[in-house]
């Protein structure tokens, strides 16, 4: 970054915002990924040594969000919606178009649901943070996510683990296990091996 | 040149890679076909001819290899390949499917974690571990729904149906209708 926070060579004209902390020895692609970005918290997001962060992945975290993504953690363009905290360990690596959520913003209840989009209508900016309790998620050291997944609100992924392309996850999975579908099922077990590079 | 049929196809947005090469009437669309082409091979990619290619990406790693047959038609399809993707003729294929040779990082956790390093800001002289690449064969007259992916290795046989959002892994026997995350055979088409 330079010293007024831009990223060397970005198409996107912008500072990256003073409360996110990247690692000297991190990449980001361009500042566009904090477009949605609106934490208060003194590091809403900290990436650290060796993560690179790809087009296409965007930090939408509310006003009390705070994510972080680990040392050569690799994220290649995925939805980070967070309100609470979404937690990346070190080599975890998230593939194009997954969706982190730890809060589905509005409410269950269509009327409720109603209020908080009547009320987005009047904000500046147009957003629906707020109005239901966010469940923080935790992604383990050198988990792996496929593309086009979706983690859902309280889930906490176990170390080493895969999930497989596309696949919907509702519930906690096992550290060193695949699971796969919508909702994501376990269908094996894997070998950790020596996870000390 | 008005009145007269050209001889090979087109791409509609650019000049085509030396090493692509379309059939007669096959139509190329979108800025972005080749924005990922990366593959150095003779005839990396062959396309037969009648195609429409609409949107499709063609993200081929530098020893990919892919084939399309005749009158084939593809709607914003990502493909793919590290090794090779091998298509018959009369091929549908809807919006936002994708179809991989190869899952682009090893199964194994420790070997994971020295691939993230690799793929890295750091990662000069950490060469990246063996990464398995299988074949994708889809037969003749297949059709493939919007929003499916079909996986490394897979085999989808002559005029099977797979139907949207379906996830395959595994080979689908000629005529097969197959649904759902994970894909399971349902029916067949007659
Ligand atoms: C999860 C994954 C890595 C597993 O690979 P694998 O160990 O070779 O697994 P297999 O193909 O042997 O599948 C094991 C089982 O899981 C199922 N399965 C695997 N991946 C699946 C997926 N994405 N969706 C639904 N089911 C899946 C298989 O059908 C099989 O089920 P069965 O035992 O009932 O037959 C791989 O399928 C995958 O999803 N890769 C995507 C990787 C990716 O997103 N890369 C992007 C770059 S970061």
Known sequence: ?197 | MEGRTPAAGTWSDGTLPANVVLGARTLVTGAGAFRRFMSTGDRALSIGSDCTMDGVQFALGAEARVSIGDYCYFTNVVLLSELELRIGSYVVIGWNTTITDTDFHPIAPAERVRDAVACSPLGKGHPRPPIARRAVIIEDDVWIGPNAAIMKGVRVGAGAFIEPGAILTADVPPLARVAGNPARVVGTVR
């Open chain 1, 1 to 197: 970054m330079t010293p007024d926070r831009r990223i060397p060579g970005d198409w996107f004209d912008q500072p990256v915002p003073g409360n996110v902390e990247i690692h000297d020895e991190a990449y980001v692609e361009t500042a566009f990924s904090f477009l949605l970005y609106r934490s208060q918290l003194a590091a809403g997001v900290r990436i650290g040594r060796g993560a690179s962060v790809y087009l296409g992945t965007m930090f939408d975290v509310g006003r009390q969000g705070r994510v972080s993504c680990g040392a050569f953690t690799l994220v290649n363009g995925a939805r980070i919606v967070c309100d609470a905290e979404i937690l990346i360990e070190d080599y975890v690596l998230i593939s194009w178009n997954v969706v982190l959520m730890d809060t589905y913003r509005v409410p269950a209840d269509p009327a409720l649901r109603r209020r908080a989009v009547i009320a987005a209508a009047s904000g500046e900016p147009r957003r629906v943070d707020g109005h239901v309790e966010a469940r923080p998620i935790h992604i383990k050291r050198a988990a792996w996510i496929g593309f086009d997944a979706c983690v859902l609100p309280g889930v906490t992924i176990g170390e080493g683990a895969i999930v497989g392309a596309r696949s919907v996850v509702t519930e906690d999975v096992e550290p060193f296990t695949i699971v796969v579908g919508n909702p994501a099922r376990m269908v094996r077990r894997i070998e950790p091996g020596e996870t000390t590079p």
